[in-house]
């Protein structure tokens, strides 16, 4: 590739260039490519068109000027190869016209400037990382500036370089110093304008990928942003510097760079569709934990954080718990805590190991538990108990129902109902006979006799009670007097209302054994109504587990009604993570039960387990204990009280940034119930950060489930209740019933999915401004004078965006009335000045002279587009004044009037005036016929004469052989 293909070229590009300022030579095609593909476009949108020779030159000229900017854009993107860079662009600029040897040779010159553009767009990116890994002056606007100007200065020093005009002074004489000339030319106007290209380009680009990594934006759509960006600047520089090369105007360079921007934003789009960004690697693995401030439990991670005391309410739910919370535990101690790793390594230190373990009370002895448990009442109890052959017919049972009706029957029993504070302890007579004499059993043989008192009574007594008590078959069973530590432990005990303690098995048990697992056996149920049954109750180690299981799970999880449908869409989006036991399986509530039973279970150890394994579930049993804590009263509060408060403390701050994190996962990976599971849950647990998320989920998801999971999630977390509200108040200064109509009018915006249940909430939020909302966005169904009511809500609504939308509705219902729409923007001006500019338009365009002392007040406003608004107005209204003069005189002057406003016509460029023109032509005099001629061929564009003339033509059979002439622009004068 010599001297000898750069002449070729040379003389090649000034005879393109002479062409296009001849207008008369050309063949009218292009010779690229890309060129010709973008013809091709063009020609669709203007078939029908019928250009000359001069302007499909033109046209195919900047075909190819356009087609050589998607090549030098595609060639820079970052995402691309070097050898496919230099391949596309070369590929693009094919000549089709030209031959086999002029390509192969344009082919490798085309590839090599592609790699060149390549490698300065590569070397930028490596310095400008350099430069932001350690330098501070990075942080700096200068330093951006000057990578920008140095990136763009690249890019203009390769494209002259590889012009081959560059290298060859204005007597097609070869000089090096003319190609160093143009090529420092050419890079100083490159950087000038990728200093501010590029600046532009950087942070929609930087906001893309930020957008990425906080789960805003897929991957693809943040891939398309960066090279829309990236190609947007890279276009600017080509399209610039190749106007300045072709000695164009400063008005031109600035045509050129929005014409390249153009053209590389839409090609780095395109390219940037097929890639997707990639987040950095510390970012990557923590994309969805950032959006959710989660602080990530890792087996590596030691680094300490402080737990700031708080009291249960203000870190749950703040502003609704006052009552009671002040009573869960002393918050004043701080202390240091380890992150955890994997529940099965949990390293804790100790500080935090005692807050959060229960360091059991002494045992009371039995005989105080036994006054403590007092007297009883005889009542009658209703017990079911199975029929015979029940166990045989398991299997069989069509339905809960059908077992009620063959499995079961109901006895009524004798029975003792202690009352302990606010529990009512109920037990069959016989069985508590029985368990009686256990008891007394066992309060001989725990006594202490005194060994030196040989053959005392007591000692006798003693014994002799050891040896009955080990023959007794109900020896192990657990006493009323053993479950009341038990009770008492519960965070709530007043939802135990009543205490059944049987002797039999339950009932129930073959219905279980047939829908479960065919040896079960119940050990205690938990009904609605507060009832806590314990069938054959040990005292051992799983009477208080079973304890906290009924009464401190299932029971709280039958009060919690928004907590337990929460809890159930928790377990729906953890299905597949950690189970305390096989039978937290089984369904929803013994899942509750089971980990319930694990979160207030003594040992620290089970408790931190649970809580990190299962973050979701746990945080909303969290939410639950926190009402279970604070409104409890004191005498039936829990001993363990305060370090109750200190678990649901310890899940607000270390467990739940995890429970979002995941949340944000499944929001994004989840099945398509798990996604809208995990919306209405982070409308709970989330903070103002996920109100954003779901608020873009409820606007974008195409899934109508999903949308509207996300709304109500979004409506549930931020305007539920004024608790929420805390720290929405403080940041946004405007009130929750403000805040309401935006976030609906938001959701409500046209083209919504939710914009009917937006509406239909918004008519049951209260106050004026959502009334005066809902009836603008029902405008259309209203019965009664709907302008009127536009009007009014124009006048009241107090923000100007409402005003706007109430005005517009108003424009719509005026109709093609250019009065009645021109007194609406008058009325605008006087009770509404937030509408000045968009009365103003109203009134500029509709030119009415009436309009005209309001046009002319406001020409000198200090808003420039109201002024600019107004003086256009003004012209209008002279052109109209004008035009109606001048048809007048054209209809009713005499000869030298006439001729004399055909000339006026002709020179006042007023589209208007071409029929009236075409008219005269037909039926005026020789003389007004030769001036409506002249008129119109020297002041108005061929093809729109024409189309008037054939419209009249074919409407009117008189104007066919009349206007033949206009429209061959022949003129013929009789």
């Known amino acids: 590739m010599g001297v000898e293909y750069w002449q070729q070229q040379l003389n090649v590009h000034s005879q393109d260039m002479a062409a296009g300022s001849a207008g008369d030579q050309g063949d009218g095609q292009e010779h690229t490519v890309g060129g010709r593909l973008i013809g091709a476009v063009a020609e669709v949108f203007s078939r029908g068109r019928n250009d000359s020779g001069e302007q499909a030159v033109r046209a195919a000229a900047a075909h190819d000027s356009i087609a050589n900017i998607v090549a030098d854009t595609a060639s820079m993107l970052p995402g691309v190869k070097w050898a496919v860079a230099g391949g596309l662009r070369a590929a693009i600029l094919i000549d089709p016209a030209a031959g086999w040897e002029e390509n192969v040779q344009g082919f490798g010159k085309n590839f090599l400037e592609g790699v060149a553009l390549h490698g300065v767009t590569k070397l930028s990116g490596e310095l400008t990382g350099q430069r932001a890994a350690g330098v501070s002056l990075s942080r700096s606007l200068l330093a951006e500036s000057v990578g920008n100007f140095a990136f763009g200065a690249g890019l203009g020093v390769v494209k002259a370089g590889f012009a081959p005009e560059s290298w060859y ?87 050129g760079m929005g014409r390249g921007g153009l053209a590389g934003a839409a090609t780095g ?48 739910h703040p502003g609704t718990l006052e009552q009671g919370v002040a009573s869960i535990g002393d918050r004043s101690a701080e202390t240091t805590v380890r992150r955890l790793s994997q529940p099965s390594e949990h390293v804790v230190d100790e500080a935090l190991f005692r807050r959060l373990n229960v360091s059991l009370r002494p045992e009371r002895s039995l005989e105080e538990r036994l006054a403590q448990l007092g007297g009883y009442q005889k009542v009658l109890l209703e017990q079911q108990v199975p029929r015979a052959g029940a166990d045989k017919l398991v299997g069989q049972y069509k339905s809960f129902e059908d077992f009620l009706s063959r499995g079961v029957k109901v006895e009524r029993h004798n029975a003792r109902a202690y009352q302990v504070g606010a529990n009512q302890i109920v037990i069959p007579e016989k069985y508590a006979a029985s368990l009686d004499e256990v008891l007394k059993l066992r309060i001989l043989a725990s006594r202490q006799a005194d060994l030196f008192a040989d ?40 939802l135990a209302k009543r205490i059944l303690i049987l002797g039999e098995p339950n009932a129930q048990d073959p219905w279980h054994r047939q829908t479960y697992k065919p040896d079960f056996v119940s050990q205690a149920t938990a009904g609605p109504d507060g009832t806590v049954t314990f069938y054959q109750q040990d005292r051992d180690l799983f009477a208080r587990q079973t304890a906290y299981h009924e009464a401190g799970g299932h029971l709280l999880k039958y009060k919690v009604k928004l907590e337990s449908e929460l809890f159930d869409r928790s377990a729906n989006v953890e299905k597949d993570g950690f189970y305390t036991s096989e039978y937290a399986r089984r369904d929803h509530d013994e899942n509750w039960a089971e980990h ?89 647990l989330g903070d103002e950060n996920h109100v954003e998320l779901l608020k873009a989920v409820a606007q974008q998801s195409k899934d109508p489930v999903l949308s509207r999971a996300a709304f109500e999630g979004a409506w549930g977390k931020v305007f539920r209740g004024r608790e929420t509200w805390t720290g929405y108040n403080e940041t946004k200064s405007v009130s929750p019933d403000d805040a309401r109509v935006d976030f609906l009018l938001e959701m409500a915006a046209p083209g919504s999915v939710n914009r009917p249940l937006a509406i239909d909430v918004l008519s049951r ?28 809500l124009m006048e009241q609504i107090p923000e100007a965006s409402g005003k706007e939308t109430a005005f517009r509705e108003a424009l719509k219902l005026t109709g093609s009335d250019a009065k009645v729409r021109s007194n609406l923007a008058i009325r605008a001006l006087w009770r509404a000045p937030e509408l000045t500019r968009q009365a103003i338009d109203v009134l500029a365009s509709d030119g009415l002279p009436s309009s005209e002392y ?37 209809a009713t002057g005499d000869e030298t009037s006439r001729l004399e406003a055909i000339r006026q016509m002709g020179s006042s460029k007023d589209m208007r005036v071409v029929r009236p023109l075409l008219e005269t032509f ?21 093809n729109l004469t024409k189309f008037e003339a054939s419209a009249m033509m074919r409407d009117d059979p008189k104007y066919k052989n009349l206007l033949r002439p206009v429209v061959e622009r022949k003129l013929v004068v009789q």
Request: hydrophobic share 40%; with cysteine; glycine share 10%.
């Open 169 to 255: 002074d204005q007597q097609g004489r070869f000089s090096l110093t003319c190609g160093l000339w143009h090529m420092g030319k050419a890079g100083g106007i490159g950087g000038a304008i990728n200093v501010p290209a590029g600046m532009i380009a950087s942070r929609l680009g930087r906001g893309a990928v930020s957008a990425l990594g906080e789960g805003q934006v897929s991957s693809r759509l943040a891939s398309v942003v960066s090279g829309v960006t990236a190609g947007f600047a890279g276009g600017a520089v080509f399209g610039g510097v190749e106007s300045a090369s072709s000695r164009g105007s400063f008005s031109d360079i600035l045509s």
């Open 455 to 494: 053959g005392s009574a007591e000692v006798i007594k003693g014994t002799v009670a050891r040896a009955k008590l080990q023959e007794h078959p109900l020896k192990n069973r657990a006493h009323p007097v053993d479950l009341l530590p038990y009770i008492e432990e519960l965070p709530d005990r007043t």
């Open 269 to 316: 789009g395109l390219v940037g569709s097929f890639a997707r960004v990639e987040l950095p690697q510390q970012s990557r693995s923590s994309v969805s934990d950032r959006l959710a401030g989660s602080r990530l439990v890792g087996a590596q991670e030691k680094r300490l954080s402080r737990m700031a005391p708080s009291t249960v309410d203000s870190v749950l």
């Open 854 to 890: 309001y046009l002319r007040k406001y020409t000198h406003n200090s808003n420039p587009e109201i002024a600019e608004s107004a003086r256009q107005g003004l012209k209008k209204i002279a052109g109209e004044v004008k035009f109606a003069t001048l048809t007048s005189r054209l």
């Open 596 to 684: 319930m039973a694990r979160l207030l279970h003594p040992d620290a150890h089970a408790f931190l387990e649970t809580a990190q394994a299962a973050p979701i579930r746990s945080a909303i049993m969290a939410r639950a204990l926190v009402k279970a804590l604070a409104y409890v009263p004191q005498e039936s509060q829990s001993p363990y009280q305060t370090v109750l408060g200190e678990r649901v403390r310890y899940i607000q701050e270390e467990v739940l940034p995890k429970a979002q994190s995941r949340l944000v996962i499944a929001l994004e990976k989840g099945s398509s119930e798990q996604k809208a599971d995990a919306a209405r849950l982070l409308g709970y």
């Open 765 to 792: 939020v209260g106050g004026k401004r959502a009334q005066q909302y809902h009836q603008l966005l029902t405008l259309s169904e209203f019965k009664g004078n709907k302008f009127n009511l536009a009007l009014t």
């Open 922 to 942: 037909a039926s005026g005099t020789n003389a007004e016929r030769m001036a409506a001629f002249r008129a119109l061929v020297d002041n108005y564009p061929p």
